[in-house]
C-alpha cells in the first residue's frame, strides 16, 4: 500500500487556469508538507501543516492555498497559474517534530503552457 | 535559519568502487540528519539517517558519519552498483522545518 500518494502524476495546463493537487498519507503522521522541485532538483519547502494548522508557510505567492481537510490529506490549490509555476511537486509527512523522518509521495509534475 | 550546503553537485564512480558525498550545516542546533536517494521520475526515499548524539552508522553498504565539532556529515556508499545511480540529498533539521542540500547526482559506470 502506498504511504503519500499523490494526484495526478502528470498535469499539464494553460497559463492563467486554476489547478488542484491532491496527497493522502496512510502513516498516520501528524505534519505534512509540501515541496517545489525546481529543474535543478533544488527542494524547496512550500508548507507545513500540523494536525490541520498551518505552521510553515514559505515566501509562496498567495495564489498557492494549501487546504487540509483532516490529518491525513493536504491539498494544494493553485490560482492563476503562471509559466514559472512548471515544476514537480512533492508532498511528504512526518511525525511530530522534533526529528522525524519525512516519507515522501510521488510527485506531480506540472507544466504550465 | 540553517544552511546546508553539499559536495560534489556530480559524482562518477566505477561500478565496486565507493562513493562519498559530504554536506555541511551551520546551525548547530540541528540534531537530525537524513540522507535521501531520488531516482528518476520518483520521490526522495529515505535511505539513512542519524541524530546528534552518535557519531556513525551503517546499514549494509550505507554508512553515514557526523562530526558535530566541525558540523559536518558525510554519507558513504561502498561497493556501488549501477542501481545506485540516483540524486542523493543530505538534510539538516532542528525540528520543525528540513533544510536540504543541493542534492548529489551520482552515477555509476559498469
Known amino acids: 500500500d502506498t504511504a503519500v500518494s499523490q494526484t495526478p502524476k502528470y498535469l499539464v495546463t494553460q497559463m492563467g487556469n486554476d489547478k488542484s493537487i491532491k496527497c493522502e498519507q496512510n502513516l498516520g503522521h501528524d505534519t505534512m508538507y509540501w515541496y517545489k522541485q525546481d529543474s535543478k532538483k533544488f527542494l524547496k519547502i512550500m508548507f507545513s501543516?500540523?494536525?490541520?494548522?498551518?505552521?510553515i508557510n514559505e515566501t509562496v505567492p498567495n495564489r498557492f492555498s494549501p487546504k487540509s481537510p483532516d490529518k491525513a490529506h493536504l491539498n494544494l490549490h493553485i490560482n492563476s497559474l503562471e509559466l514559472g509555476d512548471s515544476a514537480v511537486y512533492f508532498c511528504?509527512?512526518?511525525?511530530?517534530?522534533?526529528?522525524?523522518?519525512?516519507?515522501f509521495g510521488p510527485g506531480t509534475r506540472l507544466t504550465v503552457l | 535559519g540553517e544552511n546546508v550546503e553539499q559536495h560534489p553537485s556530480t559524482l562518477s564512480v566505477q561500478e565496486g568502487d565507493s562513493a562519498v558525498i559530504k554536506c555541511t550545516y551551520s546551525?548547530?542546533?540541528?540534531?537530525?540528519f537524513p540522507w535521501y536517494k531520488q531516482e528518476l521520475g520518483k520521490g526522495p526515499q529515505l535511505i539513512i539517517d542519524?541524530?546528534?548524539?552518535?557519531g556513525e552508522k551503517k546499514d549494509q553498504r550505507i554508512a553515514v558519519t557526523l562530526n558535530k565539532t566541525a558540523k559536518h556529515f558525510s554519507l558513504h556508499i561502498t561497493e556501488t552498483q549501477p542501481e545506485d545511480s540516483a540524486v542523493y540529498f543530505c538534510a539538516a533539521t532542528t525540528g520543525n522545518q528540513f533544510y536540504f542540500g543541493t542534492g548529489t547526482s551520482l552515477t555509476v559506470i559498469p
Open positions: 546551525d548547530s542546533a540541528s540534531n537530525y
Open positions: 542519524i541524530r546528534s548524539n552518535v
Open positions: 501543516y500540523n494536525n490541520k494548522e498551518l505552521i
Open positions: 511528504a509527512s512526518s511525525v511530530l517534530p522534533p526529528g522525524g523522518a519525512q516519507y
